[in-house]
Every structure is written in C-alpha cells, then in structure tokens.
C-alpha cells in the first residue's frame, strides 16, 4: 500500500470514526430522552393505578349501599302494604259506622228515645 492510499484509508477510518461518534452522541440523546418519557409514563401509571383502585373500593361502596338501600325500599313497601291494608280496614269500619249513624238519624230518634215518655 502507497503512503497515498494508507493516508486515505487513515482519514477513511478518521471520518468514519468520527461519524460513529456522532450517531452514539445521537443514540445516546435519544436514549436519555426515552427514559425521560419511561419515567413520566410510569409516573402517570402509578397515579392511574392508584385511581383505579380508588374507583374500585368506591364502585364496591356504591354497590353496597345500593343493596342497603333495595333492602330498605322492600321495608318500606312493606309498611306502606301494611297501612294500605289498615287503611282499608279503617276506611270499611268507618262507613259501617256512617252507615250506623245515619241509620240512627233518619229514623227521627237523635238522641232521642221511641219509648212510652217521648213526646
């Protein structure tokens, strides 16, 4: 090999070295930068996890009270049932009584009696 062509392949490997050092520089950039990025996504995955598992402990909460609160509303209609049922009653005894009363009063006694001393 000429001194000519051992000088070109010295500034061949030169340049190329040099280019090689550049794309690590680049690649090393590039790298910081993805694990810049990696550290914010598993920062946002931990608060994202975290508010999963607080959406689940309340979706649990709500569902319980839910379930409280079918059974509450099957006591209540129960009760209102009952006094539907009472009121019924209530409401027959009521007018046999009315229909007592008027009875009473249209027979002319008001109080007063039929007997021997009446006038």
């Known amino acids: 090999m ?3 062509e051992l000088e070109r392949a ?3 490997i030169i340049t190329q070295q040099a280019q090689f050092a550049a794309n ?3 690649l090393d950039e590039r790298v910081t930068r993805l694990e810049t990025h990696a550290a914010t996504i598993a920062q946002a995955l931990a608060v994202a996890t975290q508010q999963i598992a607080d959406n689940a ?3 649990a909460d709500n569902t319980r009270q839910i379930a409280d609160n079918a ?3 099957a006591h209540i209609n129960e009760v209102i049932a009952a006094m539907s049922d009472t ?3 209530t409401e027959a ?3 046999a009584f009315i229909g007592v009363l008027e009875r ?3 027979e002319g006694r008001n109080g007063r009696s039929n007997g021997p001393d009446s006038a």
């Open 87 to 89: 009121h019924r009653q």
């Open 10 to 12: 010295m500034q061949f």
């Open 24 to 26: 690590q520089q680049q």
């Open 2 to 4: 000429t001194n000519e």
């Open 104 to 106: 009473y009063i249209s």
């Open 71 to 73: 059974r509450q509303q």
């Open 93 to 95: 005894r009521l007018d």
């Open 57 to 59: 402990r309340q979706i």
